[in-house]
């Protein structure tokens, strides 16, 4: 159980402006390529994620940042991962290389971490661009310089606290979504995605004004299987990559993007799963039909 004394007193959480992100503000996310846009222009976005004990997490996030739009995928990860992503995905590069953003930290745990995946994380965090950190990477926080959105589940959230002084248990987070996602990202200054049938995505206090928050309801349960977080930090990399620039000039833009992140990966679901089981890669394999009626307004 959580010890009350630990848990600072409500009254000191700073307000915040909730939003139901809608697909009308999805849709406002999404970024088309124009006549001239290239593999380049529409963004790269460079992923350190997977391990020798969990590759499939490299294979889930990498087929999903493909297939939201992004121009080209730089795959920097464990060699065993990386044999597997080519298998599925040959039009990955994993040559290192100019990126947009980077996705770390899907399929990995800091107890495991090799000196091999030590170093490309650490070339990612100090390269400047956007980041989106998820599961075992997120102990790597106190040293993000450049725009993050962090993407935990209530437990990892619970750890999280922990590392940054603040001892509460699962429960606690579960049964107070909003306060909890709000407080991380006030306490790491960088947007919060906290993941659950409700997904929360809340930004750091900024100066006087309410920080921004917004809450994306999942249709159904089906997405809550392995693997499924790895797909949605393969979505919100590819919006933050093809964004990236607008973030570095507006942090807050993060907000948008990983909810229609969110979004896209709830739909998704739906549509996999057609009131039934799916696996996460029947939910990847969804995505372009979410990102085209985004984009056109139009159900097929």
């Avoid at 697909?23 to 006549?35: D, F, Q, R, T």
């Avoid at 994993?94 to 930290?105: C, F, K, M, N, S």
């Avoid at 995505?287 to 056109?296: G, M, N, T």
Wanted: charged share 20%; aromatic share 4%; hydrophobic share 45%.
């Amino acid at each position: 159980m959580s010890d009350p004394a630990a848990i600072p007193d409500a009254r000191a959480d700073a307000p915040v402006q909730w939003r139901d992100w809608t697909e009308l503000a999805a849709s406002g996310s999404i970024a088309v390529p124009g006549p001239d846009d290239d593999k380049y222009s529409r963004g790269v976005l460079g992923v350190v994620t997977g391990s020798d004990e969990f590759p499939g997490a490299a294979v889930l996030g990498v087929d999903a940042a493909v297939r939201t739009g992004v121009g080209m995928v730089r795959y920097l990860g464990a060699a065993r991962a990386a044999d597997l992503v080519l298998r599925r995905r040959p039009e990955i590069v994993t040559a290192p290389g100019r990126v947009q953003a980077w996705l770390i930290g899907s399929g990995q745990s800091s107890d495991t971490r090799d000196e091999e995946t030590t170093a490309a994380l650490d070339h990612a965090i100090a390269d400047g661009v956007p980041l989106v950190v998820d599961a075992g990477a997120l102990d790597l926080v106190d040293r993000l310089g450049a725009p993050a959105v962090l993407t935990p589940h209530a437990g990892e959230l619970v750890t999280l606290l922990k590392r940054i002084g603040t001892r509460i248990d699962r429960a606690t987070v579960s049964a107070d979504p909003e306060r909890w996602a709000a407080r991380a990202a006030d306490a790491t200054g960088h947007v919060v995605l906290l993941k659950g049938r409700t997904t929360h995505v809340c930004a750091p206090l900024a100066g006087a004004s309410p920080r921004v928050g917004a809450r994306v309801q999942a249709p159904s349960s089906w997405a809550a299987t392995a693997g499924s977080g790895d797909v949605l930090g393969g979505i919100v990399g590819s919006l933050v990559a093809t964004h990236s620039d607008e973030v570095l000039a507006d942090p807050e833009l993060l907000v948008a993007l990983a909810a229609t992140g969110a979004f896209v990966h709830a739909w998704a679901a739906e549509r996999a799963s057609d009131r039934g089981p799916i696996a996460a890669l029947d939910i990847a394999e969804a995505v372009p039909r979410v990102i085209a009626r985004l984009v056109s307004g139009v159900a097929d």
